[in-house]
């Protein structure tokens, strides 16, 4: 094509400045061959249309690029831009900007390949597309003498027709991936041309979850594993027929299981996995992401022989009820995890056995196998050697009260764990049951230097939260590990934000918690003399059962030393003389870190970062195995763990499961006593949840029992209440209810006063006092004369008199209320109808200014529902709070949402009553009187959990009575409230003749 006529083409394309800019590149663009040139100028063409300045680019680097590719490949590259430039043409700028610097440093065979990419990603994502495009080349330089490389690219294609961002991962991460199978590889790298084929299979089969296959392959690829790696990838290619998804997390279960007890373990647990995933995929899915949970608590007390011994009973326990029971088999498993962490594996047996012969319906064997039901956790906690913690949690805080002067809550720690009360400054989480010594006294100051170190986490600040040293040490962090991943949203810095910021967060955890446990076995030593003898008692018991430093892998012997000097008082000789290097750095750090009268949280995560980083510098190969861990083990599992979890390699003999071991439950209370979210999530999703939201700002988690009238029994944990301030409105509505019923609120203020006791009473016949009583000194004067001793009490006192009594009133703000009611009775041509929820406000405002009038104490609070694990519960006043203008803001603010899940919201009002000292507490409920979720079954179960609370709460010492404001249900009123009495008020004008005769009546 000819300079004259290619200049007058842009003339066409291109206008004013832009068109002087394009006619400089005539001359560079003449030299194309013309075939190209025409192609060329039509694609320019239509990004012209687009985008001017993109076209010009196009133009500009479009010399060079034609001496790099072929026609076919410069005609794709071109039609790539066009596809970006139609949906982003900032990217296709970018794009064009950066071909001439990509295609320079790829190889030729590669550069269609980096065309075909970009253009299949461009599809679903520009940006994408060209952050891929820039990369190619730096990803393909580090592996391009791999002859898999073509294969792999053309994965990388096939991924990116099902997902863009798995198929940029995958491209990334080729590289450290090909590095790590080279390790393990044969000269004519048969392990990796089998791996990418897998990878091929799964990619055909399940698109971007082949990605997630690739990418895993650090994790199961590992030298506990290499030798069992052939029978992972069959019995993986054989789920792999059932899904991708299924498969990986097939591979990631049976990983975990091989990690932990090799062969001995993997047969057993495969066997019973084949039987379970044949129910179905949901029963599969189950079944397969719980394994790695099973194995992480079994781990967490037992290791080599005793581990894989302790797997084979319990996969025989589970294939024994799968015979019976299949839905049985599935919970039992499903609760192992919870179950472990309370009991024995022997006693877990003859538990789940037992329940198959007492529980035949099937509710009651998923309640019971679930341990949902309290009948279950007392089977499984009853018949058990050692110490329970319900007989001693009076003593131990008692015991802890009088240590550290603070007051504290003892719960069982599978109760904190659901309950989400760690970190409170209040609760210590305690194992349910201690046996690990034979006497009961051992047990019991295994408990005491347990409650020891839960007290001294609160007192010294393990969970300390947002102070200046941790966003210090934050930012120190972000500059030492740069690659750490970013925040999620706002959340406070505490030691677990701390250490995510390490490139392997298992491993640091693992070493923070022999720290921290360390510092507060220190500082305990030093304020609290009395307790010494313990602490040394259970470090001597500690030091008896520990394993042989020398026979452990290389990346477990940091932390078994580490352990050793920080709990134990030190190692020994023949473990200092083989490992000096190891034992010399360990002793300073923890001399310099934590020795000293004042050693801090931040501290403990300095002294962390310091072996973090000679580990990383004296074992670098091991780096990418230490990521397994993530596998069997959560990085936030544990803020205080007493010992890491060292994993031996597992005999090749059988062996029957050992006995406790003194010390055990030192080191699995300190792995587990401190969940973390995550675990927390898991549990509710495997309980069927799919409604379960993460707590506000300021909003509290408290759990309660729920009576099951199927069940006859209650289960355990089954409603979370979220205790937190409602959203402020206006005092508009106070001061219009104030305004329309002036004279009612005069009217019941001067009845209610009429209720406040005189401020002196006047008591007679004491034996001292203000004054004489005269009669009594008569008649005393009388019997002396007539020879009688006389009665010495002839004084009068007068005593101060007041009211003792405390009412919560439970407002319902469910949906229901905001049904109108019709025209009021009384006026009903004159006053139109009212939100059932508008009435329970102006009666409420009304009963305020009843209160303020006589004096007593009282608490409003409010509740709503979204199912059993999102039961609102709105503080509007708390008994301390005094009633301000803040308070009728919040009032104004009441409104009607969601529904009525009646039994959890009273259990949780009677709970804060309780707390209260007062003489006589009353609930008064304000409800439109009929309990609804959409999550309780039936009507019936609704109204016989809310019954069983009432009553409770009667037991309890607290008069419940209800108001309602529902004329026509008058039956259901009946059933519901009968055994603890209610009223019906459908009028606000009926208030100042009912309220004065019901409040008299209750407080008498």
């Not at 390790?183 to 990878?199: C, G, K, Y």
């Not at 959560?634 to 007493?642: C, N, S, V, Y």
Request: glycine share 6%.
């Amino acid at each position: 094509m000819a300079e004259s006529q290619l200049r007058a083409k842009l003339r066409q394309l291109f206008k004013g400045s832009d068109a002087a800019e394009a006619e400089q590149m005539v001359p560079r663009l003449a030299g194309i061959p013309t075939e190209r040139l025409l192609f060329l100028t039509s694609i320019g063409a239509g990004l012209a249309s687009l985008s001017p300045r993109t076209a010009l680019e196009f133009f500009r680097v479009t010399p060079e690029v034609a001496t790099q590719l072929t026609s076919f490949e410069l005609q794709a590259w071109g039609e790539c831009g066009k596809r970006l430039a139609s949906t982003n043409v900032e990217a296709a700028y970018q794009f064009f900007r950066a071909s001439p610097q990509v295609f320079e440093a790829l190889p030729s065979a590669h550069r269609l390949s980096a065309i075909v990419l970009t253009t299949r990603q461009a599809t679903m994502s520009t940006r994408t597309a060209v952050e891929t495009f820039q990369m190619f080349p730096s990803v393909v330089s580090r592996i391009d003498s791999t002859p898999v490389l073509p294969r792999l690219l053309s994965i990388v294609n096939e991924v990116a027709r099902h997902s863009v961002r798995h198929s940029q991962d995958l491209l990334r991460q080729s590289p450290v991936v090909v590095t790590h199978v080279r390790t393990f590889d044969s000269p004519d790298q048969a392990l990796l041309n089998r791996l990418v084929e897998m990878t091929a299979a799964f990619a055909y089969r399940a698109g971007g979850t082949a990605a997630e296959f690739f990418l895993a392959i650090p994790n199961f690829l590992t030298q506990r594993t290499h030798g069992h790696l052939n029978a992972l990838l069959e019995h993986t290619q054989a789920f792999l027929e059932r899904g991708g998804s299924l498969a990986l997390y097939y591979l990631r279960a049976a990983t975990a299981v091989v990690q932990q007890t090799g062969h001995q373990g993997y047969e057993p647990w495969r066997r019973l996995a084949l039987t379970m995933c044949a129910q179905g995929n949901t029963n599969s899915y189950q079944f397969l992401k719980l394994t790695p949970e099973v194995m992480q608590t079994l781990a967490a007390s037992r290791s080599g022989p005793d581990l894989t011994a302790a797997l084979r009973l319990l996969c025989e326990t589970v294939a024994d009820l799968d015979r019976v029971d299949r839905t049985a088999a599935l919970e039992c498993f499903k609760s192992a995890p919870l179950a472990l962490r309370q009991t024995n594996i022997e006693h877990f047996r003859n538990w789940a056995l037992a329940g198959l012969a007492h529980h035949p319906d099937g509710r009651a064997v998923q309640a019971y196998y679930g341990l949902q039901s309290r009948a279950s956790r007392a089977a499984l906690q009853g018949g058990q050697d050692g110490v329970a913690l319900d007989t001693v949690s009076a003593i131990l805080r008692l015991y802890v009260e009088g240590l550290t002067g603070r007051s504290v809550t003892i719960v069982p720690l599978s109760s904190a764990a659901e309950q989400s009360v760690i970190g409170d400054g209040r609760t210590i989480p305690l194992p349910g049951r201690i046996n690990d010594f034979a006497d009961e006294e051992s047990n019991f100051r295994l408990y005491k230097v347990l409650a020891a170190h839960g007290a001294g986490q609160i007192e010294y600040g393990t969970h300390a939260a947002d102070t200046p040293e941790l966003i210090a040490l934050r930012q120190d962090f972000q500059a030492a590990f740069p690659t750490a991943p970013p925040p999620t949203g706002r959340e406070p810095v505490t030691y677990r934000t701390l250490l995510r910021h390490f490139p392997d967060p298992a491993t640091a955890t693992r070493l923070f918690t022999i720290l921290e446990n360390a510092r507060i076995d220190r500082r305990l030593r030093r304020a609290y003399r009395g307790i010494r003898r313990d602490l040394d008692f259970i470090a001597a018991r500690l030091r008896e059962t520990r394993p042989d430093v020398l026979q452990l892998p290389p990346e477990h012997q940091w932390t078994e030393i580490l352990f050793r000097i920080a709990l134990c008082g030190g190692v020994d000789a023949v473990t200092r003389q083989q490992l000096p290097h190891i034992v010399t750095a360990l002793e300073q750090i923890v001399t310099t870190y934590l020795d000293h009268p004042t050693a801090a949280l931040t501290d403990t995560l300095l002294a962390t970062q310091r072996i973090y980083d000679i580990i990383e510098q004296v074992q670098p190969s091991d780096a990418t195995e230490a990521a397994v861990n993530e596998v069997v083990q959560q990085p936030d599992d544990a803020p205080g763990e007493a010992g890491a979890t060292e994993v031996s390699t597992p005999s090749t003999s059988p062996a029957s499961p050992s006995p406790p071991q003194p010390g055990q439950s030192f080191e699995t209370w300190s792995q587990e006593h401190t969940p973390s979210q995550h675990d927390l999530t898991a549990q509710f999703l495997r309980e069927g949840l799919t409604d379960d939201r993460m707590l506000e700002a300021d909003g509290q988690a408290f759990f309660y029992d729920e009576w099951d009238r199927e069940l006859g029994d209650y289960r355990v944990n089954w409603c979370r209440v979220i205790e937190h301030r409602p959203t402020a409105g206006t005092r508009t509505f106070v001061e219009l209810t104030r305004a329309r019923h002036h004279g009612l609120i005069s009217s019941i203020r001067h009845q209610f006063q009429l209720m406040k006791p005189e401020a002196l009473r006047r008591v007679t016949g004491e034996l001292d006092g203000e004054m004489f009583d005269l009669d009594a000194v008569i008649d005393r004067q009388l019997d002396r004369r007539a020879a009688l001793s006389g009665n010495e009490r002839i004084y009068i006192k007068h005593l101060r008199r007041h009211r003792n009594v405390a009412v919560a009133f439970l407002l319902d703000m469910s949906s229901s209320t905001a049904r109108t009611l019709t025209r009021y009775p009384r006026m009903p041509y004159t006053r139109p109808g009212q939100r059932i929820i508008d009435i329970e406000k102006e009666g409420l405002v009304i009963m305020n200014e009843a209160l303020e009038a006589v004096g007593d104490s009282y608490a409003i609070y409010g509740f709503t529902s979204e199912g059993r694990r999102n039961v609102r519960f709105y503080v509007i006043k708390e008994f301390e709070e005094r009633y301000s203008a803040q308070i009728e803001e919040r009032i104004g603010g009441i409104n009607y949402q969601n529904n009525t899940r009646l039994g959890a919201a009273v259990r949780h009002a009677v709970c804060k009553l309780t707390g209260h000292q007062a003489r006589t507490k009353l609930l008064i409920l304000l409800s439109d009187g009929r309990p609804y979720d959409h999550d309780y079954g039936d009507a019936r179960y609704a109204r016989e959990d809310s019954k069983q609370a009432l009553r409770s709460a009667r037991q309890s010492g607290i008069t419940p009575f209800c108001i309602t404001i529902e004329r026509d249900a008058d039956q259901e009123l009946r059933e519901l409230y009968g055994d603890v009495g209610y009223t019906v008020i459908d009028d606000v004008l009926s208030l100042p003749e009912k309220l004065p005769g019901i409040y008299r009546r209750l407080t008498s």
